[in-house]
Each structure stands twice: as C-alpha cells, then as structure tokens.
C-alpha cells in the first residue's frame, strides 16, 4: 500500500501551460517536502511546508498544504522546458517517532518547447 | 550552504569486491541517511543514523554496512553485492528538529553498477 498517492504519474505539455501534480494520503504529515530531480541526480529541496492550510510560492511554482495536513499539491504556471523533470512529493508521518521519509511516487513532467 | 556530497560520484564493481561508498555535510545536522533508488522509482529508505547512532535500518541485506564515524560522515560499506543492487545510492542530512517535522537535503549520489 502506497501511504502517499501521486498523481499525475507522468505529464507531458507545452511550454506556457499550467499544470498541477497532487499529493493525496490518509495519514496526518508533521511537514511535507517537494523535490525535483534530474536523472542520476540527487533530489533538489523545492520547499517545505509544515502548518496545515500553508501556501507557499517559488516564483512561478506555488505549493499548498492541505488543512488537515494529510494533501499537498504543487501547481506550475506558464511551465518551461527548465521546468522538465521529476517531481517527487515526500512527508514524515506525524506521532510515529520515525525520523524518516514516506515518498510519493514521482510525477515525471516533460515540457515541449 | 545546504551541501551534502558524495564520492564517488560512479562506481563499477564485481560481485566479490569490497568498496565503500562516502558522504559528508558540514551544516551540522544530526541525522544522515542512506536511499537507494532504482530507475523511475522514488528512493527507498536504507538506514538512518540519528546523533551518530544506528536508528533504523529497513532490513537491508547484511552485503550493505553503513558507519558513522562522527556527525559529519557517513560511509556505506559494500561486500559481495548482486548484480540488482546496481541502483543510484543518495546520501541525506537533516537538522532532527522537534516534533513539527524534519527538512532532508540529498547529495548528488552515487551510481553504483555491480558486474
């Protein structure tokens, strides 16, 4: 069972399009990371969000988390071919004590100039 | 400075060498884990070291050995690995604050090909 839902799985669009990939769960989150990785890279920090109803903006990247703490979603306005690549959404599960990551699945965005 | 980094940044290995893998950060974090992560897949977690002890290791073969010599390194030792632990392994740090959660930075990794 995947405790964090990504969604879309793999994106594809042209450039000046908006999108938006969301990260959905049935647990409560103590903070929710998005990163975005290049292939054979490490993971890239976007931002992280901790207060449940947070919005946060990254020049054209806005990111938000959800009220109860258990959703994010990041959304892309006027996308570029900079923007390619994959995005991955991670969280640490609140009241475990588990000092570890739960990682989304991925979405895989693909920006055609 | 946000840096962790990673050497080697590639590795080939055969299945009865012995090599190791390296990691370092300087921004005084308290914790350092061990990815691995197979192509098109999200990093799975390997171990964790929290003030430089052993916190969770997520039942990884014993072929995989991690060391934290002090707060700042982090060494993953490989013996006898198999052909399907090629993967990119990622190193990353975090601050361990309180209980309102936790900010992870990665390294740039290493890919790793077992022959």
């Known amino acids: 069972t995947q405790l964090l839902e990504q969604s879309p799985q793999f994106l594809s669009i042209q450039e000046g399009e908006n999108l938006t990939v969301y990260c959905n769960s049935s647990?409560?989150?103590?903070?929710l990371q998005w990163y975005r990785q290049e292939p054979g890279e490490g993971p890239v920090l976007l931002v992280t969000?901790?207060?449940?109803?947070e919005v946060k903006k990254l020049k054209r990247l806005t990111f938000q988390f959800g009220d109860a703490r258990k959703d994010s979603s990041l959304h892309i306005t006027a996308a570029q071919t900079g923007d390619t690549g994959l995005y991955l959404c991670?969280?640490?599960?609140?009241?475990?004590?588990?000092?570890?990551?739960?990682f989304g699945s991925g979405t895989r965005l693909q920006v055609q100039p | 400075d946000t840096e962790v980094t990673q050497t080697p940044k590639h590795l080939v290995m055969g299945m009865t060498n012995k090599k190791s893998l390296k990691c370092e950060q300087h921004?005084?974090?308290?914790?350092m884990y061990w990815y691995k992560q197979k192509a098109k897949k999200p990093p799975e977690l390997m171990f964790v070291?929290?003030?430089?002890?052993?916190?969770i290791n997520e039942s990884v073969p014993s072929r995989f050995s991690p060391e934290c010599p002090n707060s700042s390194l982090l060494n993953l030792h490989l013996h006898a690995l198999q052909p399907e632990d090629s993967a990119l392994y990622l190193c990353?740090?975090?601050?361990?604050?309180?209980?309102?959660?936790?900010?992870?930075?990665f390294g740039p990794g290493t890919r790793l090909t077992v022959l």
């Open positions: 990353a740090s975090s601050q361990l604050q309180g209980p309102g959660g936790d900010t992870q930075y």
């Open positions: 647990s409560v989150f103590s903070s």
């Open positions: 969000v901790v207060t449940g109803g």
């Open positions: 991670a969280g640490e599960i609140a009241r475990t004590g588990r000092r570890a990551l739960t």
């Open positions: 921004m005084g974090h308290r914790a």
């Open positions: 070291y929290s003030y430089e002890k052993l916190s």
